[in-house]
């Protein structure tokens, strides 16, 4: 929180020219885009069309991975991502991810929330308040109030994918990057994650890559279409949906392929 | 081939059965062997007494002693070089070819004969060092020894764990120290203590490496500091059984010494499956 004034009309996320590669294999071809603030914006396409990758990218995830090389520039609150003072740790501090597979740690409930604040350094006497706060926010205190020492992984799948929603809230982040949330989860849990997702949005600014079109199209106000390592199309969902500009958007949300 | 798979399935499941039954036998036959001709030796009197007459009566407290300092002094050097080398080769060591040069060399090391270990060690700590004939060129040496076991168990039991798991936490904007000390490590000890506990097995066993580098024939004291010669089980049991004053006479204690062993390995195991339960259930439910 450098900042003291905020630009609103500024992105909070503006990709530009983003290249990047696996080895010899180019995964993200040129692509740019500006995410605004409080915004939900969904990312579509293929599997292999690069859609988890390029939202990798934006916590720098992909740091992780083995010749992976990148191009372009990714600014943040306009601040360039990958430039050589950041400090990865920091960005993740801000950007926080929720992975595709539910994957709370082997601890207990409280422990796993609290898990990110203590490590970084948060009073003992504030933990309890946020903790609260968090499984709050993730709509989930009401089921785990009364049994916060017990294992995360007794609980069921829908559970865990909202305890790692409140683990991610609880560091605080301005931007919560979603990778396919719902896909393990059945119907039900699915729609509760999709309503916390549209409150969410109130305080963060999320990112979410899904398979789902009907999930894209009912939470978030912008979609990106993505195919073979390029952004084929972006803009208001409404737009995506009801008037696709190319051909292969609308060959793909209507299910002719994919 | 002209047999049925019915038949064929009968063969097989008797000759596993039978392979089983084998090892089994022979495991089981081993300990009865020695516990009931050591189970007479066994008193308080010879647990807590110094050998007498020559060696032919009183007890072994000596060697129980010199066997339980081998142990923690070896663990002391061994398991947390063991475990520090682990996490740099499986956590920060990308692949490349130094990487695989240092694993190759661990392989060997682990396939090394302990005799090399002992002469090594007399080379190295005895001589260069100047520890001399001690508790401490002896724990060294063994922890040598055990050092590729540790490593190898380390390795692997770092390796089973999900790597969602350092993902998320790298995720909550946790160095990577950070994630390794409080997400994968704690969830790699139970593997780490089984392997660690094989080793102190090797440790309590072995007799070579520590012929050259401290271990005595007999000492009428115990050790009095970790630069002292000492006695140990495994190599009583050797000089009982080979170079005694009277072989024949000294066979009950022979087997006493064995059943001690044997008894301080197997409630080491013990203490091991304990921990192992006991982070288990922490980690589950």
Known sequence: MTEAVQNVSQPQIEVQNLNLWYGEKQALKNVSMQISRNSVTALIGPSGCGKSTFIRCLNRMNDLIKNCRIEGKILIEGKDIYGP?????????????????????????????AYGPRIHGVNKKDL????????????????????LKSSALSLSGGQQQR???????????????????????????????????????????????????????????????????????????????????EKSTEDYITGRFG | MGLNSNANEKIAFSLLTLATLIVTGFVLVILAYILLNGYGAISIEFLTQMP????????????????????????????????????????YA????????????????????????GLFGLALFVKYFDFGPSILSASLTLALLILP??????????????????????????????????????????????????????????????????????????????????????????????????????????????????????GVNLVAVVIRRHYRNKLKI
């Open chain 2, 149 to 266: 076991i540790i490593i190898r168990a380390s390795e692997e039991a770092l390796l089973t764990v999900p790597n969602e798991y350092r993902e998320s936490s790298l995720a909550l904007g946790v160095s990577k120290w950070q994630t390794i000390r409080y997400v994968v490590l704690p969830a790699a000890i139970p593997g780490i203590v089984t392997g660690s506990v094989l080793s102190i097995g090797r440790v309590a066993g072995e007799t070579a490496p520590i012929l050259f580098t401290g271990a005595a024939y007999f000492l009428p004291r115990l050790p009095d500091s970790i630069y002292s010669q000492f006695m140990a089980l495994p190599y009583h049991l050797f000089v009982l059984a080979t170079a005694g004053t009277n072989i024949s006479e000294t066979r009950s204690i022979q087997y006493g010494t064995a059943l001690v062993l044997l008894i301080i390995v197997l």
């Open chain 2, 52 to 91: 007498n007459r020559m060696m032919t009566a009183g007890g072994i407290f000596p060697a129980i002693v010199g066997t339980i300092a081998l142990i923690i002094g070896s663990m002391l050097v061994a398991l947390p070089l063991g475990v520090m080398a682990a996490i740099y080769l499986n956590e």
């Open chain 2, 94 to 117: 990308g692949e490349s070819r130094t990487t695989w040069l240092i694993e190759m060399a661990i392989n060997n090391l682990a396939g090394t004969p302990s005799v090399v270990f």
């Open chain 1, 85 to 113: 003072d950041v400090d990865v740790v920091e960005l993740r501090k801000k950007v926080g991810m929720v992975f595709q597979k539910p994957n709370p740690f082997p601890m207990s409930i409280y422990d796993n929330v």
């Open chain 1, 163 to 245: 305890l790692c929603i409140a683990r991610t809230l609880a560091v605080k982040p301005r931007i919560i990057l979603f990778d396919e949330p719902t896909s393990a989860l059945d119907p039900i849990s699915t729609a509760r994650i999709e309503d916390l997702i549209m409150n969410l949005k109130k305080d963060y600014t999320i990112v979410i890559v899904t398979h789902n079109m009907q999930q894209a199209a009912r939470i978030s106000d912008y979609t990106g279409f993505f195919l073979s390592g390029e952004l084929i199309e972006f803009d208001q969902t409404r737009q995506i949906f009801h008037n696709p500009q």
């Open chain 1, 128 to 147: 309890n308040g946020i903790v609260e706060q968090a499984l709050r926010s993730a709509a989930i205190w009401e089921e785990t109030s009364d049994r």
